[in-house]
């Protein structure tokens, strides 16, 4: 690769010795060739350059601007013979071209090179010069120079030639720091050093007149790239901080500060809500900070003992109505019971009177559910009446228990619609057994008198109660309440509005339930009777059969003309207990079935008697 051309020798390579018997060395010739001048910029540029890699030389006195330069050695005479060079030589040849005899570039300065074979034999001058060292044929021989300076005379290296050509100064070692990034420059002519300092780049080409102006540059269609991707390895570092990340701009730590502000705010209303929600439900359920807090029970199970009036209301309420009628003008609340599955419920036969045969009454369920009703029959002599819904489903009838087997003093359970307060539970005991009321009477004919022998309670009933069942512990119905006695001294089987002092009176069921069944199978009810008339006026002790009238005062064929009851008789007792009055001896009878066996005490001019007869069975109203 470097045939032909001159081998590069470095400042710190010492000029070889010259062969002993080669001829003194004259005084260096200037042979850089015509024109150039060596006190020019150029060749002081050069003469700087040697020393511009750092190296320290000593000082030497000389008409340069500090530096110095080493003597180029003279040619030499080369003596004629077997080398095949005439004339003379020099043994260093300066290179062609510019920038000859100047360091270009990298600082270092080029030694001439022997050009032609040292004095001496031929063999000695050709291993000297080499090959590439020979003149080229055709070349003039180089001009004579002086001889050489005297060895003593010329300036020495500052250190000793190196064997293995190892350089002290100026190239890195391989734990040296790697130099510092420099945005590239401009390449310096050759032979030239540019200025310390920024380097411009270099200033586009003008161009022609008569050239085209560049079209301009298309708008970018796509979106700028990513800041990583427009990276300039020759950009300034940006200030980092001890993590080694860029620090932010003033814009991001706003940005950044208001994020977390936003942030810092929602958490906090968040928590605070929470926090605010808790103590306000504390608060509420416990009260303030100071104030008094009360010990309460624990919740405890809905369930209760079944003989309890809570286990009985829960019991018999699903089977409860409340019947609400209107007719004729009038309107009317009242209570009633299931009987059965059909839709068949029992109640007062004053409370569905104003409905009439054209009237409407709506039966509602405790479970809210609400139906129409229509009258299957009713009694007026016993006060009972039967009604039926349809197209109901999922009833639960009554249960029915034995009046007879009840005793004063057992708790008993009223459940009604007082002043149309629907399921009203209220609890008491049986006062008293058989007590022979009368209600009605407003027609004052008699036949809308009811004769009840009826049971006591001390539970309360008021107005709305009538037609409700009265129950036992067993949630069981024992009778049905149908009066009250109020506070004017009247009792009224409607309610009066005085409301309830503690005398309330029911049906007897074993009655009731005779009178529901009649009802509901031939739509009448039929009633005992003896077969006589009484004498209603009569104020003694006893019921006396009539002996003024417009008919007989004992039915012909009837029962009592049978057991020989006669005209003017009083009877005094039926069944062993004593009657005081007419509307009691009804009442008693009442209290029986048709064809049921009586024993009755008779009291006939001063003498007592005994007779039995089997009742008979009168069509009611």
């Not at 100026?170 to 200025?195: D, I, L, N, S």
């Not at 706003?254 to 705010?265: C, D, I, M, N, S």
């Amino acid at each position: 690769m470097n045939e032909g051309k001159p081998t590069k020798a470095k400042w710190w390579s010492r000029p070889r010795q010259v062969p002993p018997g080669v001829g003194e060395v004259g005084p260096v010739e200037d042979i850089s060739g015509p024109g150039v001048d060596r006190d020019s910029d150029a060749n002081r540029h050069s003469d700087t350059n040697l020393h511009s890699d750092g190296d320290h030389r000593p000082e030497r006195d000389h008409q340069s601007d500090g530096d110095y330069e080493l003597d180029r050695p003279a040619t030499v005479t080369a003596p004629t013979g077997a080398a095949g060079a005439a004339g003379t030589a020099s043994p260093y040849v300066a290179p062609a071209g510019p920038g000859a005899g100047s360091g270009v570039g990298d600082g270092d300065f080029e030694l001439e090179r022997p050009a032609a074979a040292l004095q001496g034999s031929a063999p000695d001058a050709e291993a000297l010069a080499g090959p590439s060292d020979a003149v080229p044929a055709g070349r003039a021989p180089e001009a004579a120079v002086p001889a050489q300076q005297a060895p003593e005379d010329r300036p020495r290296p500052l250190h000793d030639p190196d064997p293995y050509s190892t350089p002290p100064y100026g190239e890195p070692g391989p734990w040296a720091p790697a130099p510092p990034v420099q945005h590239p420059a401009a390449t310096p002519a050759h032979g030239t050093a540019m200025p310390p300092g920024p380097r411009p780049l270099p200033a586009p080409a003008p161009l022609p007149a008569s050239a085209p102006l560049p079209a301009p540059y298309p708008s970018n269609p796509h979106p700028a790239p990513a800041p990583w991707q427009n990276y300039d390895p020759w950009a300034a570092p940006g200030p980092l901080q001890q993590n080694g990340a860029a620090v932010e701009t003033k814009t991001q730590r706003h940005k950044r500060a208001r994020k977390a502000l936003v942030l810092g705010a929602v958490a906090l209303a968040l928590v605070s809500g929470g926090v605010g929600g808790a103590v306000g439900a504390y608060l509420e359920r416990n009260g303030g900070v100071g104030d008094i807090t009360l010990p309460q029970a624990p919740k405890e199970a809905p369930g209760r003992a079944t003989d309890s009036v809570a286990g009985i209301a829960a019991r018999a309420l699903p089977s409860v109505v409340t019947l609400h009628v209107r007719g004729s003008g009038e309107a009317d609340t009242g209570t009633g019971f299931v009987l059965d599955t059909q839709g068949h419920i029992l109640t007062n036969n004053h409370v569905v009177e104003p409905a009439g045969s054209g009237g409407e009454i709506a039966v509602t369920f405790s479970g809210g559910e609400s139906a129409r009703a229509t009258v299957v029959g009713r009694d007026r002599g016993y006060d009972l009446a039967v009604v039926k819904v349809s197209g109901v489903v999922g009833l639960r009838p009554m249960a029915l228990g034995n009046s007879d087997s009840v005793q004063v003093g057992d708790p008993v359970v009223a459940i009604g619609a007082p002043f149309d307060l629907a399921n009203t539970v209220t609890s008491g005991i049986i006062s008293a057994k058989e007590r022979p009321i009368t209600a009605g009477g407003a027609k004052g004919d008699g036949s809308d008198v009811s004769y009840v022998d009826a049971l006591q309670t001390d539970a309360p009933i008021n107005p709305g109660n009538s037609g409700g069942p009265l129950l036992d512990t067993r949630a069981r119905v024992i009778g049905i309440n149908s009066a009250i006695r109020s506070a004017d001294g009247g009792t009224d089987l409607q309610g009066g509005q005085a409301g309830s002092i503690g005398l309330g009176f029911a049906i007897p069921v074993n009655q009731a339930r005779r009178v529901a069944e009649e009802l509901i199978n031939t739509g009448r009810a039929t009633h005992p009777v003896i077969g006589v008339m009484l004498d209603m006026d009569y104020t003694g002790d006893g019921a006396r059969v009539g002996t003024k009238g417009g008919g007989a005062p004992v039915t012909a064929g009837g029962p009592g003309a049978k057991a020989g009851i006669k005209a003017g008789d009083v009877i005094t007792e039926v069944d062993g207990q004593r009657v005081h009055s007419g509307e009691e001896l009804i009442v008693k009878t009442r209290a029986h079935r048709p064809g049921d066996r009586l024993r009755l005490t008779l009291r006939r001019g001063g003498s007592q008697r005994t007779v039995t007869l089997v009742l008979g069975s009168a069509s009611g109203g």
